[in-house]
């Protein structure tokens, strides 16, 4: 396993994104930047603001928000255990979604007749 280099100075915040995993690629990070999805320090940055040991970044992903904060600089893209040494998860826990109820139709028995459509779209009105 390769450590990360802890001798840096100061990263590029969408280089350091994406070497510790949060996004596939350095432009999919860069991307997020620039949609103000990703916040340092309750600012929006661009991707080439830098980041320093004791940064808490917020990063809006897919409906919710992550809360990071840094504890190791890395530039290069790492295994996953050791890109977990880098940061710090203050992400709270995800609220469960409520089951919804829906009715749900036995496999092969073909299309809805028209009164379960009927009785599908009250349903879905609140009826």
């Given at each position: 396993?390769?450590?990360?280099?802890?001798?840096?100075?100061?990263?590029r915040?969408?280089?350091w994104?994406?070497?510790?995993r949060i996004?596939?690629?350095?432009?999919?990070?860069t991307?997020a930047?620039?949609?103000?999805h990703v916040r340092?320090n309750?600012?929006?940055v661009?991707?080439?603001?830098?980041v320093v040991?004791g940064?808490?970044i917020?990063i809006r992903?897919?409906?919710?928000e992550r809360v990071?904060?840094?504890?190791r600089?890395i530039a290069?893209?790492?295994?996953a255990?050791?890109?977990t040494?880098?940061?710090?998860?203050?992400?709270p826990?995800?609220?469960?979604l409520?089951a919804?109820?829906?009715?749900?139709r036995?496999?092969?028995?073909g299309?809805?007749?028209?009164?379960?459509r009927r009785?599908?779209?009250?349903?879905?009105?609140?009826?």
């Amino acid at each position: 396993m390769s450590t990360p280099n802890s001798n840096l100075s100061t990263v590029r915040i969408d280089a350091w994104l994406w070497s510790i995993r949060i996004y596939k690629t350095r432009s999919a990070a860069t991307a997020a930047c620039r949609a103000h999805h990703v916040r340092l320090n309750d600012t929006p940055v661009k991707a080439s603001q830098t980041v320093v040991p004791g940064d808490t970044i917020r990063i809006r992903q897919s409906g919710f928000e992550r809360v990071l904060e840094v504890r190791r600089l890395i530039a290069k893209r790492v295994g996953a255990d050791a890109a977990t040494h880098c940061y710090t998860d203050h992400t709270p826990k995800r609220p469960a979604l409520p089951a919804l109820g829906l009715p749900q139709r036995d496999r092969g028995k073909g299309r809805p007749t028209k009164k379960d459509r009927r009785e599908l779209e009250r349903f879905r009105r609140g009826e």
